[in-house]
């Protein structure tokens, strides 16, 4: 089993910056893709950004391409996401997601989830 857990969510002004955490324990040798979703009130979880172990390599969404990071440090098994220039429409509860395949793009790719944390970003 895999267990995942975020943290560094919080309340930001627009144009702010956040750095969350995705903390991996368990059988994380299972894991091959890690990425990150978002989920507005009332909307469908959305793709955020995705990282490969393997060949490191990232993909984004448009919305978040030129503003967010996504990085792993493999030796504290933990992903991180840097969110700069935030905007109102970033708010969401933001889920770390990993999968023992490479990185997808859809929710039902990803085998284990995080419970979420919140990111708020006011105008």
């Known amino acids: 089993q895999v267990q995942l857990v975020e943290s560094g969510g919080g309340s930001v002004q627009a144009g702010g910056s956040l750095r969350l955490s995705c903390a991996a324990s368990g059988r994380t040798f299972r894991l091959r893709g890690m990425a990150w979703f978002r989920q507005a009130p009332g909307k469908e979880r959305d793709f955020v950004a995705a990282?490969?172990?393997?060949?490191?390599?990232?993909y984004y969404a448009d919305s978040v391409k030129g503003r967010f990071t996504i990085s792993g440090d493999n030796a504290k098994n933990t992903v991180y996401l840097h969110m700069n220039s935030l905007k109102a429409e970033d708010t969401a509860v933001y889920y770390c997601?990993?999968?023992?395949?490479?990185?997808?793009?859809?929710?039902?790719?990803?085998?284990?989830w995080g419970q979420g944390t919140q990111v708020t970003v006011s105008s």
């Open positions: 990282i490969s172990w393997s060949g490191g390599s990232t």
């Open positions: 997601a990993g999968r023992e395949l490479r990185v997808g793009v859809r929710p039902s790719d990803y085998d284990y």
